[in-house]
């Protein structure tokens, strides 16, 4: 076995550390134009011919004083987790900024490589950055790489090897004299401590202290030498400031980092001043005060649009690919089991949630165009006065719009929100933002009961007034249970970015292999499961029965009249339909018959199986139409106003297993999880009943 | 004299950071996005009502609320 190096790739957010990993590997991390893209972290092994390496893709961190929980879990891998050298990821184009925190970290006095990404950037603008010079005033090895054209990517793998062999150099930072003297002096202090033997390390926690890193106050506070260390603390931090005339030693640290850091862009970075260009360009319109929000709501409305009308030509073509199949192959095989569980249940199921997939890419485009270009943190740029109102603030945007595409991953994005209450208001409303998943669900319906060109329309009405329900019940949260104001909102816009064809092309296929595969597998094993509990127990009597009065009949019509007779009988008699009747008196107020109300239950599995499940209950209880699409199949058995009711219960409902086991991950108070667990179902319910109830009355 | 701050600023002004008043954690991340003393900004946009501002500071845009906004003295 091959040596491993250990690597932690550190840096601020939105530099480029996952894009970077993915050049140097075959890995496939999640990237975006905008901070808080990677909110956990990932390991990601790089074999060569005498080492491993494996690199641990961290969240990006403004500064060593974590301020949200997914820089926390950044902070936490670096001081606690073993590793031998860290990977700093600057930006080329903010090279003075991102080195503040590059100055934390060669406080730490570990192995360490300084990777400036972007540099394709600069060299469009030509501008240089001198890295041998960079170098040597840092003294650690500099490369200057872009993830985009893959230069300087093979440099990063060597250097990390030389790096490993090379003894460890000094590469301390100093600050002025008065600085200096007080780290002195506290670090003879720490010096006593056993657990701070080490000269170096004991330096580094000193900075941290007088940094006012709180982390590192709670690791000194238990040991014995926590009461003189302290007033060594407390005097330093009332001395410095009345010397340097400052609020406190963390203005003095920063302004300190601030002037090297400087120095080093000036001494390094060869630009010229920008003109106004393109990207300014674009914001004056895209943020513009007045044309800003409406914009943003038009290029919503017209991704819905997209989804629908676009989608819905190769969702006729697959549908009816797969409904041939199935009569195909109901005439080929031989009657019995293999016969009605292919035509019956497996491939009516694949085929009522692969149809979708048009869709489900054309929704997901969207959103990866809005994630790769930069236009998520403008949009919620423009959202934070809206989203104040209802007591979130505009970083919430994040999860709540990547909720339109999956829920599992938005619940993660919310630890980019600092305060705890915020954090959980936002998780607790994500449900109500239409995932990806319910999508099928939704153009089912509306293909069944509205017409076409209305139909983009009506899509467009049912995440919106999703996402208004949720702000409602955020509001609601805010004032019952979560008093108090939302964070504060400070936000890094970064720069537009055109979206590389082939990252695009690459994300859309793997989400497509993806849903494939689910769709091969979990949906396939579960349309199974629903077709035997809807095909057994055979009733023998019951079909004897009805064997001999077919026979006896000639008139063809009676026949198959019989025959449907004879399924929808068996159908009930079914285990499913007696589960089916068992669960069907809870939605009995919403006019669902029992298929919908198994539909309904099933769904929380994965939000695919609603429309599955109704394809094999529709199609199982019915033996004469394996020929008639789903949508006619709906329509014939549904009726509108149970349809609308069946719509709203989708939309505010738990969200499937994975996303609410998510949530319990994520949060670990019993109480929340209960309430998180309880509270959609009955809101849907209560909603679904009232809205059917409207109906009825205004005598639809 | 009465201390100006970035939301006392009109859009497209420009002014040099004098001091940050904000309370931690917010003054950390401030700093942290370059916004220190001595730090030229320039006023980008804000919403209509001015309560969130876009600011460029050392060739970076950052969006900040009129709360966070006030916090910050320029000269
Ligand atoms: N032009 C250019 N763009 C890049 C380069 N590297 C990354 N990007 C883009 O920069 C953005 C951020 O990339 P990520 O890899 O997500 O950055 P990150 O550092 O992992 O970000 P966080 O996980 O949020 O901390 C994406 O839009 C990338 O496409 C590069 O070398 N050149
Ligand atoms: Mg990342």
Redesign the interface.
Same mark, same amino acid.
């Given at each position: 076995m091959n040596k491993q190096i250990k690597v932690a790739i550190v840096g &601020?957010p939105n530099v480029g550390k996952s894009s970077l990993i993915n050049a140097m590997s075959n890995a496939k991390l999640h990237v975006g134009n905008f901070t808080g893209v990677t909110v956990e972290k990932k390991e990601v092994f790089v074999k060569s011919d005498l080492f491993d390496i494996k690199m641990t893709d961290l969240p990006g961190i *403004?500064?060593l004083?974590a *301020?949200t929980p997914e820089e926390t879990v950044a902070k936490n891998f670096l001081l606690n987790e073993q590793y031998d050298i860290i990977l700093n990821v600057v930006d080329a184009?903010?090279l003075?900024?991102n080195l503040?925190?590059t100055l934390q970290l060669l406080d730490m006095h570990k192995k360490m490589i300084l990777v400036v990404n972007m540099i394709d950037e600069i060299e469009a603008k030509k501008g240089s950055i001198d890295a041998k010079k960079l170098s040597i005033l840092l003294g650690i090895p500099v490369i200057l790489t872009s993830a985009k054209t893959s230069q300087g990517i093979d440099e990063i793998n060597k250097t990390i090897i030389q790096t490993y062999r090379a003894k460890q150099n000094d590469n301390k930072i100093y600050y002025t004299q008065k600085v200096e003297e007080r780290i002195k002096e506290l670090t003879k202090v720490l010096q006593k401590s056993p657990h701070f033997k080490d000269k170096d390390y004991a330096r580094f926690i000193a900075i941290r202290l007088i940094d %006012?890193d709180e982390n590192v106050y709670k690791i000194i506070h238990d040991l014995p030498i926590f009461i003189e260390a302290h007033n060594v603390l407390e005097k330093i931090y009332s001395s410095l400031t009345a010397e340097l005339d400052e609020d406190s030693t963390?203005?003095i640290l920063? $302004?300190e980092r601030?002037a090297i850091a400087h120095n080093l862009h000036i001494e390094t970075v060869n630009i010229k001043e920008?003109s106004k260009n393109l990207n300014?360009k674009i914001? $004056?319109l895209l +943020?513009? !005060? +007045?044309l800003?929000l409406p914009i943003f709501l038009f290029f919503m409305w017209a991704l819905f649009q997209l989804t629908f009308v676009l989608g819905n030509y190769p969702m006729n073509i697959i549908g009816d690919i797969f409904t041939y199949t199935a009569t195909t192959l109901a005439d080929i095989l031989p009657n019995g089991t293999v016969n009605s569980a292919l035509t019956q249940g497996i491939i009516p199921a694949i085929s009522a949630v692969v149809m979708f997939l048009p869709n489900i890419l054309i929704l997901f485009f969207g959103l990866n165009l809005l994630e790769q270009t930069g236009y998520m943190?403008r949009a919620? *740029?423009?959202m934070?006065?809206f989203l %104040?109102r209802f007591g979130l &603030?505009?970083k919430a945007f994040v999860p709540l719009v990547s909720g339109f595409g999956c829920t599992v991953p938005a619940y993660m994005a919310a630890r980019t929100l %600092?305060n705890p209450k915020d954090r959980i208001i936002t998780m607790l409303v994500l449900g109500f933002m239409s995932c990806g998943a319910r999508l099928p669900v939704y153009i089912l319906l509306i293909g069944a009961f509205f017409p076409t060109h209305d139909a983009g329309n009506v899509l467009f009405a049912i995440y919106i007034s999703g996402a208004i329900l949720g702000l409602i019940f955020a509001k609601i949260l805010r004032v019952v249970l979560f008093k108090g104001e939302p964070e !504060?909102?400070?936000?890094?816009? !970064? !720069?537009y970015r055109l979206p590389s064809y082939k990252a695009l092309y690459m994300d859309l296929w793997y989400k497509t292999k993806m849903f494939l595969k689910k769709a091969g597998t979990f949906i396939a094993l579960a349309a199974l499961g629903i077709w035997f509990l809807s095909t057994y127990p055979h009733n023998s009597a019951l079909e004897k029965s009805y064997e001999i009065k077919i026979q006896h009949t000639k008139n063809i019509q009676i026949k198959k009249q019989l025959q449907n007779e004879l399924s929808a009988k068996s159908l009930e008699e079914s285990y499913m339909g007696h589960i089916g009747k068992f669960i069907e008196p809870v939605f009995k107020p919403l006019g669902f018959d029992w298929r919908m109300s198994v539909s309904v239950i099933a769904g929380l599995a994965a939000k695919e199986v609603v429309v599955s499940t109704m394809a094999t209950l529709y199609s199982v209880g019915n033996a004469s139409n394996t020929s008639k699409g789903l949508i006619q199949k709906v329509r014939e058995n549904v009726s509108f106003n149970s349809a609308i009711a069946l719509l709203i219960i989708i939309m505010i409902y738990s969200p499937c297993v994975a996303a609410m086991s998510t949530f319990y991950a994520e949060i670990p108070q019993w109480a929340w999880r209960a309430f998180y667990t309880i509270y959609p179902n009955v809101v849907a319910w209560l909603f679904a009943y009232g809205v059917y109830r409207l109906l009825s009355a205004v005598g639809h | 004299m009465q201390t100006k701050t970035i939301s006392d600023l009109q859009i497209s002004q420009e002014a040099t950071v004098q001091k940050?008043i904000?309370k931690?954690?917010?003054?950390?991340?401030?700093?942290?996005?370059?916004i220190?003393?001595?730090?030229k900004i320039k006023v980008?946009?804000?919403?209509?009502?001015k309560?969130?501002w876009?600011i460029l500071s /050392? /060739?970076?845009?950052?969006?900040?609320?009129q709360?966070?906004a006030r916090q910050v003295v320029v000269q």
């Open positions: &601020q *403004y500064a004083n *301020y184009n903010v003075s900024r503040m925190l %006012k963390v203005d920063s $302004n601030v920008e300014e914001d $004056n +943020i513009h !005060p +007045i800003g943190s919620a *740029y423009l934070d006065g %104040k &603030q505009g %600092k !504060p909102f400070v936000m890094e816009m !970064p !720069p | 940050v904000a931690e954690p917010v003054k950390s991340r401030l700093f942290a996005m370059g220190v003393k001595g730090a980008l946009e804000h919403t209509l009502a309560q969130t876009d /050392n /060739n970076t845009k950052i969006a900040l609320r709360e966070e």
